[in-house]
């Protein structure tokens, strides 16, 4: 293992710059089963080291393969003359927030013997056995496995020294049937912060009732009708609402974007949501358990703390790395991650969420008299106006404040910030999200979570 540490002497001699050091490994688990047979069998490990020095208002970056003492004074060098030789070119008024420097160490490893590949790949069949027997009016099935641990050494030229190892896990199901008009398709996710031997239990029989709820969705699906196109009054579970949160809202209070044209650029200290919303991006704890994702500190050596971006409605803050937080005058919270060794920090979100409300989702559905509860996120997009389109799993009407038939695949599109204000019921009860990816020109692990709401939407149907 590459000792940082023992790198302060080259990094003191790096005279005139800030600079970073960042040990990095990834290691990827995926297996997954297709109609009972093994399709996908992915294990691998990127490892490597990578330097950030700041000079004159520009980074200079640079990663090595080889994680060796060598390579890391290499890209310390190599980093540490492209910030010259940018600043060179030509001055930047750019700075970087002062930070406190920290010394911290935080591993979530487990405490169990790993399992070897072999063992899951059986108990996956185990589990396709179990649906095979049970369910055959099926026409396709899925299970997956899939795992990732980042363990991170970081370094920086103000004395900060850290080192964390974050690990997730997940299993998913997915089944197909045939109806009417098509096949439809159901699927659920479970795990979450740990190793695979901490959220997966190798026992088939234990996922019993659980795959069963899978296959209720997708045969209730298989009979379900379209929406009626049109603007309507929705109530978004919290799978949705968290997604609409990181989606459409948080991407544009992150202070890059915001620099970039972003809607929230001008909207600070505005009213841009309901008196009943208040988002927050949590750092690593949430009403005293740790969240799925938790950052303790970034990739810029900065202590996380939860952002309060949008507080009873008012837009409080943007979410910064430390240049951004300079040039804004805002705090520098602990935003800036990297996915691989070989990638630049970027401003991203950690674990974004709407906090909940008062009221019960059955008040919330008795309130409306024509409209619709959608309850699974599909694919979607949004961009840095606020507008959005997500694809919706699953859901029911509601006709009379009460739930009709289910529904098929659809979509809600809308902008965020308008969304938002239509706002007018906040449920009391908060799930988290932990498998999603955001895809901000790297790939990053991340949380999102809320309560369901209350809102209107234009919903995609016939």
């Given at each position: 293992m590459l000792d940082l540490n023992s790198l302060k002497s080259e990094m003191a001699a790096a005279s005139g710059t800030y600079s970073e050091l960042r040990y990095q490994e990834?290691?990827?688990?995926?297996?997954?089963?297709?109609?009972?047979?093994?399709?996908?069998?992915?294990?691998?490990?990127?490892?490597?080291?990578?330097?950030?020095?700041?000079?004159?208002?520009?980074?200079?970056?640079?990663?090595?393969?080889?994680?060796?003492?060598?390579?890391?004074?290499?890209?310390?060098?190599?980093?540490?003359?492209?910030?010259?030789?940018?600043?060179?070119?030509?001055?930047?008024?750019?700075?970087?927030?002062?930070?406190?420097?920290?010394?911290?160490?935080?591993?979530?490893a487990s405490k169990k013997a790993p399992i070897q590949t072999a063992a899951w790949i059986d108990f996956m069949k185990g589990l396709d056995a179990i649906i095979t027997a049970k369910y055959k009016d099926l026409k396709a099935r899925s299970?997956?496995?899939?795992?990732?641990?980042?363990?991170?050494?970081?370094?920086?030229?103000d004395g900060s020294l850290a080192h964390t190892l974050v690990p997730r896990a997940h299993i998913a199901i997915s089944m197909t049937k045939d109806s009417a008009t098509g096949p439809v398709q159901a699927r659920d996710v479970r795990g979450g912060l740990g190793q695979m031997q901490d959220q997966v239990t190798p026992d088939p029989k234990a996922f019993e009732e659980w795959i069963e709820s899978v296959y209720q969705m997708v045969s209730k699906k298989s009979?379900?009708?379209?929406?009626?196109?049109?603007?309507?009054?929705?109530i978004l579970a919290a799978d949705l609402a968290g997604i609409l949160a990181h989606e459409a809202v948080g991407h544009t209070a992150e202070a890059d974007l915001v620099l970039g044209g972003s809607v929230a650029?001008?909207?600070?200290?505005?009213?841009?949501?309901?008196?009943?919303?208040?988002?927050?991006?949590?750092?690593?704890?949430?009403?005293?358990?740790?969240?799925?994702q938790p950052v303790h500190v970034d990739d810029e050596g900065v202590t996380a703390k939860d952002t309060v971006i949008i507080e009873n409605g008012t837009l409080k803050t943007f979410m910064n790395n430390r240049e951004t937080a300079a040039h804004f005058?805002?705090?520098?919270?602990?935003?800036?991650?990297?996915?691989?060794?070989?990638?630049?920090?970027?401003?991203?979100?950690?674990?974004?969420?709407?906090?909940?409300?008062?009221?019960?989702?059955?008040?919330?559905?008795?309130?409306?008299?024509?409209?619709?509860?959608?309850?699974?996120?599909?694919?979607?997009?949004?961009?840095?106006?606020?507008?959005?389109?997500?694809?919706?799993?699953?859901g029911y009407e509601i006709k009379?404040?009460?739930?009709?038939?289910?529904?098929?695949?659809?979509?809600?599109?809308?902008?965020?910030?308008?969304?938002?204000?239509s706002v007018t019921m906040v449920s009391d009860d908060f799930e988290w999200e932990s498998s999603g990816y955001c895809g901000k020109k790297q790939p990053m692990p991340v949380g999102m979570g809320g309560p369901a709401i209350k809102c209107r939407l234009q919903v995609g149907g016939q």
């Amino acid at each position: 293992m590459l000792d940082l540490n023992s790198l302060k002497s080259e990094m003191a001699a790096a005279s005139g710059t800030y600079s970073e050091l960042r040990y990095q490994e990834n290691t990827d688990l995926r297996l997954s089963l297709l109609n009972g047979q093994l399709v996908t069998n992915l294990q691998e490990s990127s490892r490597g080291v990578s330097a950030r020095a700041f000079s004159g208002g520009y980074w200079g970056f640079s990663s090595h393969v080889s994680p060796t003492r060598d390579s890391a004074v290499s890209a310390l060098k190599e980093a540490v003359r492209n910030a010259t030789f940018l600043s060179g070119r030509r001055q930047k008024h750019a700075k970087l927030a002062s930070t406190p420097a920290i010394q911290f160490e935080r591993s979530y490893a487990s405490k169990k013997a790993p399992i070897q590949t072999a063992a899951w790949i059986d108990f996956m069949k185990g589990l396709d056995a179990i649906i095979t027997a049970k369910y055959k009016d099926l026409k396709a099935r899925s299970v997956t496995l899939m795992s990732l641990d980042m363990e991170k050494y970081f370094i920086t030229s103000d004395g900060s020294l850290a080192h964390t190892l974050v690990p997730r896990a997940h299993i998913a199901i997915s089944m197909t049937k045939d109806s009417a008009t098509g096949p439809v398709q159901a699927r659920d996710v479970r795990g979450g912060l740990g190793q695979m031997q901490d959220q997966v239990t190798p026992d088939p029989k234990a996922f019993e009732e659980w795959i069963e709820s899978v296959y209720q969705m997708v045969s209730k699906k298989s009979e379900g009708i379209l929406p009626a196109a049109g603007e309507h009054d929705v109530i978004l579970a919290a799978d949705l609402a968290g997604i609409l949160a990181h989606e459409a809202v948080g991407h544009t209070a992150e202070a890059d974007l915001v620099l970039g044209g972003s809607v929230a650029g001008d909207c600070l200290g505005k009213t841009v949501a309901s008196p009943l919303v208040t988002l927050v991006d949590f750092a690593h704890t949430y009403e005293g358990e740790t969240a799925p994702q938790p950052v303790h500190v970034d990739d810029e050596g900065v202590t996380a703390k939860d952002t309060v971006i949008i507080e009873n409605g008012t837009l409080k803050t943007f979410m910064n790395n430390r240049e951004t937080a300079a040039h804004f005058s805002q705090p520098a919270t602990g935003h800036a991650r990297a996915f691989t060794f070989a990638d630049e920090p970027l401003i991203r979100m950690r674990n974004t969420a709407i906090l909940p409300g008062k009221s019960k989702v059955e008040e919330m559905i008795s309130s409306i008299e024509n409209g619709y509860y959608l309850m699974k996120a599909g694919n979607g997009q949004a961009d840095t106006t606020g507008e959005f389109m997500f694809a919706t799993g699953f859901g029911y009407e509601i006709k009379n404040g009460k739930l009709g038939r289910p529904l098929r695949d659809s979509t809600i599109s809308g902008v965020a910030f308008d969304m938002l204000k239509s706002v007018t019921m906040v449920s009391d009860d908060f799930e988290w999200e932990s498998s999603g990816y955001c895809g901000k020109k790297q790939p990053m692990p991340v949380g999102m979570g809320g309560p369901a709401i209350k809102c209107r939407l234009q919903v995609g149907g016939q």
